[in-house]
């Protein structure tokens, strides 16, 4: 069974908002980081927004700070990235990722990646 299956993304126009949801199963929030990254073509992929391992933090790229925001409904198994504000440079293709006992959004930290939701924002 994929631990993460990613869904939610689509085609908005600048200004426009987006919320991509991320279905977890069998990895605990208490033990795992979750995070969102992207990559878009031509470049490498990044860290968009991260809870910690127990939930003891959140991390947010300067790019998307004040703009996205990351949460997770334990109830649900789902974690969510609320995006407001889009820019044309956020599209990209999402990946929600979890990483055990982990504190950072750095790429190598994740263990379990999803198969990735597109979002393109047009101007």
């Known amino acids: 069974q994929v631990p993460l299956v990613e869904s939610g993304g689509g085609s908005v126009q600048a200004g426009g908002s987006l919320r991509l949801s991320c279905a977890v199963s069998?990895?605990?929030?208490?033990?795992?980081?979750m995070g969102w990254f992207r990559q878009a073509p031509g470049k490498e992929r990044e860290g968009v927004a991260v809870?910690?391992?127990?939930?003891?933090?959140?991390y947010y790229a300067d790019s998307v700070k004040g703009r996205f925001t990351i949460s997770q409904d334990n109830a649900k198994n789902t974690l969510y990235l609320q995006m407001i504000g889009l820019k044309p440079e956020d599209t990209a293709m999402y990946y929600c990722?979890?990483?055990?006992?982990?504190?950072?959004?750095?790429?190598?930290?994740?263990?379990?990646w999803g198969q990735g939701t597109q979002v393109t924002v047009s101007s």
């Open positions: 990722a979890a990483g055990y006992d982990c504190y950072s959004a750095r790429e190598s930290s994740y263990n379990y």
């Open positions: 069998g990895l605990s929030y208490s033990t795992y980081c």
């Open positions: 809870i910690y391992a127990g939930g003891v933090g959140t």
